[in-house]
T-cell receptor, first 111, second 110 residues
Framework: AAGVIQSPRHLIKEKRETATLKCYPI?????VYWYQQGPGQDPQFLISFYEKMQSDKGSIPDRFSAQQFSDYHSELNMSSLELGDSALYFC??????????FGPGTRLTVL | GENVEQHPSTLSVQEGDSAVIKCTYSDSASNYFPWYKQELGKGPQLIIDIRSNVGEKKDQRIAVTLNKTAKHFSLHITETQPEDSAVYFC?????????FGTGTRLQVFP
C-alpha cells in the first residue's frame, strides 16, 4: 500500500539559512499534519491542513510557514534556521479526522 | 489542552513474556487513542487504536484497554518477540492533532 512520502530524507543547513520540506500524503487523504521530534523526545504537533486550509496550529515558530497545495501535497518552509531547529520532521496524513499515518521523516541538521 | 503521561519510560522483558505500557490523559473530551511503534530512524507506525465507545480492542498479540472514568489506557503485548523491540508512544487526539506520551523503550531479550 502507498505510504506518506517525504523529501528530502536528510538535510544539512547552516544557521540563518532557509529549508523547505515536502510531504506527499497517501492517495485520497485530504489532511496533512506536521510534527517535530527532538532527540529522545515525543513528536510535537506543529500545524495541520484540511482541504488546503490551515485547520490547527501548535507551537510552530513564526519563522516557519506551511501550506497545502491543490494536489494535497504540503510544504514546510523554515527560515532563519537556528541550531535548536535540528530535529526529525514528520508529516502524517489522514482521510478527514481519522487514523494518522506517518511518513519516514526528514532529518534536519543545522550547523 | 490535553496532556498525556506514559509509564514506564523503559521496559525490558524476556522473549515470550508479556509487556504492559500505561498512559493517562487529562481531557475527558478526548475520544480517540492510538498507539505507535517507532523503530530507530523510522517514522511512527500505527499499531492499534481505540475509540472512547469501546473498552477493549485486540489484534493478534496486541491489545489495548481504555478506562474512561479513570482516564487511562494501556497497551498489552503478549508472547513478545525480539522484533517487538522499539519505542512505543501512546497518544490522545485533541481536536484533530495528536498529543503524544513521552514514549516507552521496550527491549525484548532472546
Amino acid at each position: 500500500a502507498a505510504g506518506v512520502i517525504q523529501s528530502p530524507r536528510h538535510l544539512i543547513k547552516e544557521k540563518r539559512e532557509t529549508a523547505t520540506l515536502k510531504c506527499y500524503p497517501i492517495p485520497r487523504h485530504d489532511t496533512v499534519y506536521w510534527y517535530q521530534q527532538g532527540p529522545g523526545q515525543d513528536p510535537q504537533f506543529l500545524i495541520s491542513f484540511y482541504e488546503k486550509m490551515q485547520s490547527d496550529k501548535g507551537s510552530i515558530p513564526d519563522r516557519f510557514s506551511a501550506q497545502q497545495f491543490s494536489d494535497y501535497h504540503s510544504e514546510l518552509n523554515m527560515s532563519s534556521l537556528e541550531l535548536g531547529d535540528s530535529a526529525l520532521y514528520f508529516c502524517a496524513s489522514s482521510l478527514q479526522i481519522n487514523e494518522q499515518f506517518f511518513g519516514p521523516g526528514t532529518r534536519l541538521t543545522v550547523l | 489542552g490535553e496532556n498525556v503521561e506514559q509509564h514506564p519510560s523503559t521496559l525490558s522483558v524476556q522473549e515470550g513474556d508479556s509487556a504492559v505500557i500505561k498512559c493517562t490523559y487529562s481531557d475527558s473530551a478526548s475520544n480517540y487513542f492510538p498507539w505507535y511503534k517507532q523503530e530507530l530512524g523510522k517514522g511512527p507506525q500505527l499499531i492499534i487504536d481505540i475509540r472512547s465507545n469501546v473498552g477493549e480492542k485486540k489484534d493478534q498479540r496486541i491489545a489495548v484497554t481504555l478506562n474512561k472514568t479513570a482516564k487511562h489506557f494501556s497497551l498489552h503485548i503478549t508472547e513478545t518477540q525480539p522484533e517487538d523491540s522499539a519505542v512505543y508512544f501512546c497518544a490522545a487526539r485533541d481536536t484533530d492533532k495528536l498529543i503524544f506520551g513521552t514514549g516507552t523503550r521496550l527491549q525484548v531479550f532472546p
